[in-house]
Every structure is written in C-alpha cells, then in structure tokens.
C-alpha cells in the first residue's frame, strides 16, 4: 500500500523557516519525481515545487522561488521541503505527491498519489 | 502562463442524473489535461490523466473528454459519495502544473 506521510508543520511568525517532511513507503522512491501542492484555506490547489528521481533537477513556483527548497533523501525515503522567509500568504495545508515518473516537468505528467497534508499557519 | 478556468463554480444534482463540469484553458494544451476530486476533509485523488484516461479503481459513472482547449468532467449516474470539490489540472506548459480554480459539487 503506497503511502506518504507529511509532518513538520505548525505555527511560525512571518520572516521565519520551517522544514517540513514526508515519509514515503510502499513504492520505490528512488524511481518517481516527487512535489509539493499547497492549499490555503478555503482555497483551490497550487504546485509548489516539483523534484526529479535523481534531485538532479528541481523547480518552483514563481510564489516561492529563492525562499522554499525541496530535497530528498533516497536512502531514507524522504522528501523535503525547506521554507524560509515564510509570509502571511503561505499558510496552507502542504501536500506531497508522486510523480508520474522519475522525471518532473514533462507533458502528461499526474500526481498519482497524496499524503494526507500538513497545515502550515504563519502568523505573529 | 496558462490560465485554467472551470465552469461553473458549484452546482447541485440529484442522485442519478448527469453532471458535466468544463474546463477551459487559455491556450491550447492539446489533451494534457487531468481531472482530481477532492471529497470533504481529504486530499485530493486523480480521476483522470491525458483528459479520457481513468485511473484504474475510479467508477465507470466518470468520464473525460476534450482536446485543445475545452475539456469536460462527465459524472452518471450521479451517486451520494461524488460530493466533492472537483480540480483540473494542466501539464502542458510544465513545471507550471497550473489548476483551475475547483468546481464544488452537491447533492440535493
């Protein structure tokens, strides 16, 4: 059963970081791209960031392009996004997702399966 | 960018009647075009990839259709647990996986 398990969120002040996880089982990691959507609340989806098999290629939302970095460790079946100089307009409930393939940014692509989201709230 | 546009924002059916949600995009996309339903309290789920495709494990009362520009969600019959938000998606011009804006589906 594939599943992916976010964590790492919660309550930061505006100008603050915040790392968030998501653990990964039941399908070879190491073989699919992986992303970020986001979704404020009461709102629709937004991608963030997507992450090639290899990390070898990343790329982002223009939203948070040189404030979100997304990594992955493959011996540990992790996806990462960092956040830093986090603002009022980035609240919202994180998804990871999978990846049609190993590689992000091709036509056709889908997000076969979801973590269930974790709720990041920047707020003083 | 693409701009995707889902028509209308919500509607109300009944149980077994045909519901058809549109999606618009502002330029061609030829059929890379996915559907996703987001039900009450969950994460989304795909419905539907290269705009007819069903993912395997999606009832047979769902279909997709369109090519270019216009696309179409087509539920029947329509059945108590189809309430949901219902999402589509480009990937056409990636990385920008741009979606539209959700169409809100209930049930009288």
């Known amino acids: 059963e594939v599943q992916l398990l976010e964590s790492g969120g919660g309550l930061v002040q505006p100008g603050g970081s915040l790392r968030l996880s998501c653990a990964v089982s039941g399908f070879t990691f190491n073989n699919y791209a992986m992303s970020w959507v986001r979704q404020a609340p009461g709102k629709g989806l937004e991608w963030v960031s997507g992450l090639s098999a290899s990390a070898g290629s990343a790329d982002y939302a223009d939203s948070v392009k040189g404030r979100f970095t997304i990594s992955r460790d493959n011996s540990r079946n992790t996806l990462y996004l960092q956040m830093t100089s986090l603002r009022a307009e980035d609240t919202a409930v994180y998804y990871c997702v999978k990846n049609l393939g190993p590689y992000g940014s091709i036509q056709g692509d889908y997000f076969d399966y979801w973590g269930q989201g974790t709720l990041v709230t920047v707020s003083s | 960018d693409i701009q995707m546009t889902q028509s209308p924002s919500s509607l109300s059916a009944s149980v077994g009647d045909r519901v058809t949600i549109s999606c618009r995009a502002s330029q061609n996309i030829e059929i890379f075009l996915n559907w996703y339903q987001q039900t009450p309290g969950f994460a989304p789920k795909l419905l539907i990839s290269s705009a007819s495709n069903l993912q395997g494990g999606v009832p047979s009362r769902f279909s997709g259709n369109g090519s270019g520009t216009d696309f179409t969600l087509t539920i029947s019959p329509l059945q108590p647990e189809d309430l949901a938000i219902y999402y589509c998606?480009?990937?056409?011009?990636?990385?920008?996986?741009?979606f539209g804006q959700g169409t809100r589906l209930e049930i009288k």
């Open positions: 998606q480009q990937t056409f011009l990636v990385p920008m996986y741009i």
